[in-house]
């Protein structure tokens, strides 16, 4: 599995990104695809997660009720729409695969990764 995050950039505090990560390879229907962030000096941090299977969302605390995971099977996409960002979402963006196994939040069980877009959110 190849994953590929990209959509990051600078925005201003209030705005919005819309944040692509591009699948491919072999996805098993157990499958989820999460997203991740990691601020400098911080832990690698859970966003959300979607199951490839059937297009159930999950969400961290860390955005919720800011952000929608969405993913487009035709299109092997999966999205993560950012609104009302705040400095504190500063961070490099992650995309994830976890092949059916074990906590979708943490990122131990996620065994395929992208390589990360940077998001930028200044006051």
């Known amino acids: 599995v190849q994953l590929q995050a990209f959509g990051g950039g600078s925005v201003q505090a209030g705005g919005s990104l819309r944040l692509s990560c591009a699948v491919s390879g072999f996805i098993s229907s157990s499958s989820y695809i999460g997203w991740f962030r990691q601020a400098p000096g911080k832990e690698r941090e859970f966003v959300a997660a979607i199951t490839w299977s059937d297009n159930s969302p999950f969400y961290g605390d860390s955005m919720k009720g800011r952000c929608i995971i969405s993913r487009v099977i035709a299109e092997n996409m999966v999205y993560l729409q950012m609104t009302a960002l705040g400095p504190e979402d500063t961070a490099l963006y992650f995309c994830?695969?976890?092949?059916?196994?074990?906590?979708?939040?943490?990122?131990?069980?996620?065994?395929?990764w992208g390589q990360g877009t940077q998001v930028t959110v200044s006051s």
């Open positions: 994830a695969c976890n092949p059916g196994r074990g906590a979708l939040s943490s990122p131990s069980w996620y065994e395929y």
